[in-house]
């Protein structure tokens, strides 16, 4: 099997990027909070608070999101091999992704603009690898409380020889 994609393989490029987009407001927070503005001084206040409140808020969400994609790294998945099956595309049956099921256990695979943080993200309009019932897949995944959904972490794909036919 061929593995399309491994969270933990991109790992370094997925925190790099939530750390650069959780310190930009951030820094921009603390600029607009010391830069010297003429004006009343209670209005002053009042802003400054309103800043440091802002600040607060941006560190938080920083440590909640580098927090959590530390420990999506350091999770044991949960794996199921098996054949794609009941697949539907985004657009036809599915009203929020591409979805299917192997072994028992549901996936969907969300549009790039409407989708989690991590995961497996390409359906099929994107180039995504999931294109047809019978294929056989590997995948690890972690089941997501927030949306009561399986996140696929690393996904293989066997070759197109070992594609499973319907009979029916």
Excluded at 67 to 81: A, M
Excluded at 86 to 101: C, H, I, K, P, W
Aim: charged content about 20%; hydrophobic content about 40%.
């Amino acid at each position: 099997m061929e593995v399309v994609y491994s969270f933990k393989d991109s790992f370094s490029t997925t925190f790099l990027a939530a750390i650069l987009t959780n310190l930009f407001p951030i820094v921009v927070v603390l600029l607009v909070l010391f830069v010297h503005r003429k004006g009343k001084q209670t209005k002053q206040r009042i802003g400054k608070f309103a800043m440091i409140i802002v600040l607060l808020l941006c560190v938080v969400h920083f440590y909640v999101e580098v927090t959590q994609l530390y420990g999506l790294y350091k999770t044991e998945y949960k794996r199921v091999e098996g054949y794609v099956e009941q697949l539907a595309f985004y657009g036809e049956n599915s009203l929020r992704g591409d979805s299917f099921v192997v072994d028992g256990v549901s996936f969907i695979i969300y549009p790039s603009a409407n989708t989690y943080q991590v995961g497996y993200r390409k359906p099929k309009e994107d180039g995504g690898v999931i294109t047809s019932n019978g294929q056989k897949v590997a995948i690890e995944y972690v089941f997501y409380e927030g949306k009561k959904e399986n996140v696929i972490m690393k996904l293989e794909i066997a070759d197109q020889s070992d594609v499973r036919h319907n009979t029916d």
